[in-house]
Antibody, heavy 116, light 108 residues
C-alpha cells in the first residue's frame, strides 16, 4: 500500500526550531522527487520546498528560504523538513507529497503551531 | 499572492456540468494539475498533465487548457464532488511550484 506518514508537528514558540519527518512505504522512494506543501488554518495550499529524487537539487519558496532545510534519507525512505526561526505565520498543516508531473501521493499532514 | 487565479466559489445543480478555471501567465508554458480537497482531508490529485486522470478518479472529471487558462470540467456533478478544488503549476520562472487560491464547489 502506497503511503506517506508525516510526524514531528506540535506547538513551538516563535524563534524556535522543529523537524518534521515523512515516512514513505509501498513505492520506490529513491525514484521520486519529494516536496512539502503547507496549509494555514482556513487557507489554501502553499508549496514550501522540494528535493529531487537523486539529491541533486533543492528548491524553496521565498517565504522559507534561509530558514527551512529539506533533506532526505533514501536508505530510510524518509523525507525531512528542518524548520528554524519559526514565525507565527508558519502555523499550518504540513503535507509531504511525491512529485512527477504533479503531486500524486499525499500524506495526511502534521500540524505545526507557532505561538508563545 | 498566488500567480494562479481561481474564482473563490462556484455552484452547480446536481447532474449538471461545471467548469472551474485557473488563470496565470505560466500556464502558457507549463501544464496544470488539479486537486480535490474535502474538509479535514489531504488533497487528492484528480487531473494531471492537462487532461490525465489517476486511477480511481471518475471519468466525469476532465481537464483542458487554452492560452493562459486551464480548466477542470465535471460532467454530471455528483453530491460527493462538493469540495475545494486547487490548480497547480510552475511559476513564471519555472523554478518554483504554485497553487491557485482554490475554488469551493457547491453542488445544489
Amino acid at each position: 500500500q502506497v503511503q506517506l506518514v508525516e510526524s514531528g508537528g506540535g506547538v513551538v514558540q516563535p524563534g524556535r526550531s522543529l523537524r518534521l519527518s515523512c515516512a514513505a512505504s509501498g513505492f520506490i522512494f529513491s525514484s521520486y522527487d519529494m516536496h512539502w506543501v503547507r496549509q494555514a488554518p482556513g487557507k489554501g495550499l502553499v508549496w514550501v520546498a522540494g528535493f529531487s529524487y537523486d539529491g541533486s537539487n533543492k528548491y524553496y519558496a521565498d517565504s522559507v528560504k534561509g530558514r527551512f532545510t529539506i533533506s532526505r534519507d533514501n536508505s530510510k525512505n524518509t523525507l525531512y523538513l528542518h524548520m528554524n526561526s519559526l514565525r507565527p505565520e508558519d502555523t499550518a498543516v504540513y503535507y509531504c507529497t511525491t512529485r512527477g508531473d504533479a503531486f500524486h501521493i499525499w500524506g495526511q499532514g502534521t500540524m505545526v503551531t507557532v505561538s508563545s | 499572492s498566488s500567480e494562479l487565479t481561481q474564482d473563490p466559489a462556484v455552484s452547480v445543480a446536481l447532474g449538471q456540468t461545471v467548469r472551474i478555471t485557473c488563470q496565470g501567465d505560466s500556464l502558457r508554458s507549463y501544464d496544470a494539475s488539479w486537486y480535490q480537497q474535502e474538509p479535514g482531508q489531504a488533497p487528492v490529485l484528480v487531473i494531471y498533465a492537462e487532461n490525465n486522470r489517476p486511477s480511481g478518479i471518475p471519468d466525469r472529471f476532465s481537464g483542458s487548457s487554452s492560452g493562459n487558462t486551464a480548466s477542470l470540467t465535471i460532467t454530471g456533478a455528483q453530491a460527493e464532488d462538493e469540495a475545494v478544488y486547487y490548480c497547480s503549476s510552475r511559476d513564471s520562472s519555472g523554478n518554483h511550484l504554485v497553487f491557485g487560491g482554490g475554488t469551493k464547489l457547491t453542488v445544489l
